[in-house]
Structure formats: structure tokens, C-alpha cells
């Protein structure tokens, strides 16, 4: 990758990027199912650092995904706007799911730049917005910026996760090659200009990175694509037998973006000893196609 497009977060100071921000809107977006443990003081440090003190972000949603624990009024009381995925497009219908989750998201949230962070970050720190947003505030030519980090599980740190590299990358290699210097191709931390990401399909699913990833490629060129080094990332940690589902929606979204015919589109999931489990890709199409979509034509 051309040097220019790979960052380390220590690069960008905060009021530095406020500077170069002018009159350009910032959302910060947290999807949440069931982060009542880690959701509030990561919305805190946004609402207090970058909102409050210096005015950096302008909005902070967090887009609570059917959950059933107290993370709506945990994000709510430190400070962050909570909107139910429930309420949102309810007349589209009402699917679970972190993409569809991100795709309303988009939907209500205004800012010209969109961040969005995992809300299961046990080590959540300011580096990780200033490190998304520098390099979109840097360079007009970048349109996605991808997050990567250092996963402190077993003695090597260099890799993702057992999806990533199990199924992720040798995808990547096999179908997607130009993507393949992408560190953490689904990494949950990660940023946009809304006048792209309202242009791209967003699947419903844990499939959605993978697919945002590709589309993105494919509608503004790999060149305008940035990876930034957000230092080590703590979180909470699946066991295998939860990886399955996970692992094959990825596939599924992959295959479907080298060549329609190659997968079918629901499918059974067969593991002795877990039983079935059904999984559709389904996906949203992109907003500026929706009626009633606020942000379209910026």
C-alpha cells in the first residue's frame, strides 16, 4: 500500500484535526447489543472529550440493537443520543443484525464524516477517533478509513482473529487480492464520507464489514482506502462453536460480491451436536435509494 494511506493514530492530535475541520459535521456511531458493561464509558469519553471540550465530534448516536440489558440507559446517561433500531425505517421491517444496525445508523445520523466503533472495547481511548478521522480530515481523496490493532490473546499479536484468518483472508486472497494488504478487513472500527457510504449496499449481518469493505473498493478505487494502527484493541471474546455463524456469512457475503452464482443465499448451518441454524444474506440497499432519506444529494 502506497505509504501515504497507512497511519499510526499517535499521528493525529486532536486539536490539530479540529483545526483542519472547519465546516465539516463529524457523527460518531456506536452499534450496541446487550454492552451494558463497556457501552457508557465509551460514549462518555466521546460526549466529554470530543464533543464538550473541544468540538471535534458533532453528534454521538449509539443504536441499540434489540438489547435486553441496561445499555440504553447506561449509553443514555453518559450523554449519548439512543435510538432503537426497532424505531427506525420500522415500516422496511425489523431485522436484528450489526449491518442493518449500521445502515440505520447512516439513516439518522447527519454528519458529513460517519465513525463507527465496536461498543465491547474494555480499553476504549481517545486515539481511536482522532486516529479514524485524521487521516479523512488530512486528504480530501480518502473516502474509508479501516482501523487494525493488536489483539493481546496468546503469544502472537500480529494477527486478527480466528475468523479473519481462517476465512477473511484466504477469501481476500483467493477472490479480492488488491485488498489484501487490508490489516483487519473486519475490524469494527472504522470511518467514511457519508456521500460514499450513502452510495453502497449494506448487508444485515456480521457479513456487513466484509461486504463495506469490497463495495467500497469497487465504487471509489482502493486508492482512496486508508488503514490506520489503533495500538492494541481489548474485547470480548467468542468461543469457537459461536464463530461458525459468523465465519459463514462472511463467506457468504465474498462469494456473492466474486460471482452471484457461486453460493446460495440461505442456507443451513449443520454442526453435530448444536443443531441447525438457518442463515439468510440479506441486505439494504443503499440509502440514497431509500424514500425519506434526509442525507441523500450531499
Known amino acids: 500500500m502506497n505509504g501515504r494511506r497507512r497511519f499510526v493514530a499517535g499521528e493525529f492530535l486532536a486539536d490539530e484535526l479540529v483545526e483542519r475541520k472547519g465546516a465539516t459535521t463529524v457523527s460518531v456511531c456506536l452499534p450496541a447489543r446487550n454492552e451494558e458493561a463497556t457501552v457508557g464509558a465509551i460514549a462518555e469519553l466521546v460526549r466529554t472529550q470530543f464533543m464538550d471540550r473541544l468540538g471535534l465530534v458533532d453528534e454521538l448516536i449509539v443504536m441499540d440493537d434489540h438489547s435486553t440489558d441496561g ?11 439512543v435510538v432503537a433500531c426497532s424505531d427506525v425505517l420500522a ?14 445508523s447512516l439513516f439518522v445520523s447527519t454528519g458529513d464524516l460517519v465513525v463507527w466503533c465496536d461498543s465491547d472495547v474494555a480499553n476504549f481511548a ?22 487494525y490493532y493488536h489483539r493481546p490473546v496468546g503469544a502472537d499479536q500480529r494477527g486478527g482473529g480466528r475468523t479473519t484468518e481462517l476465512v477473511a483472508r484466504p477469501l481476500i486472497a ?8 487490508i490489516v483487519q478487513p473486519l475490524a469494527g472500527e472504522y470511518a467514511g464520507r457519508r456521500e460514499v457510504l450513502e452510495r453502497v449496499p449494506f448487508v444485515q449481518g456480521y457479513g456487513v464489514e466484509m ?9 471509489a478505487g482502493y486508492s482512496t482506502i486508508a488503514q490506520v494502527d489503533l495500538g492494541v484493541r481489548v474485547h470480548r471474546n467468542r468461543p469457537l462453536h459461536e ?14 460480491r466474486a460471482d452471484r452464482t457461486l453460493v446460495n443465499t440461505a442456507i443451513t448451518l449443520r454442526r453435530p451436536g448444536f443443531g441447525d441454524t438457518e442463515i439468510t444474506m440479506q441486505e439494504r440497499p443503499p440509502l440514497i435509494e431509500v424514500p425519506g432519506y434526509p442525507g441523500g444529494g450531499r
Open 71 to 81: 445499555t440504553a440507559a447506561a449509553a443514555a446517561a453518559a450523554g449519548a443520543t
Open 91 to 104: 415500516h422496511l421491517g425489523n431485522q436484528p443484525g450489526k449491518g442493518e444496525t449500521l445502515w440505520k
Open 126 to 147: 481517545p486515539h481511536f477517533i482522532t486516529g479514524l478521522l485524521g487521516p479523512l480530515l488530512i486528504d480530501d481523496s480518502i473516502s474509508y478509513c479501516k482501523g
Open 174 to 181: 483467493l477472490l479480492f487480492p488488491e485488498l489484501s494488504d
Open 211 to 219: 461486504g463495506l469493505l469490497i463495495d467500497m473498493c469497487k465504487l
Open 243 to 256: 464463530l461458525s455463524s459468523q465465519a459463514t456469512e462472511v463467506m457468504q457475503v465474498a462469494l456473492h
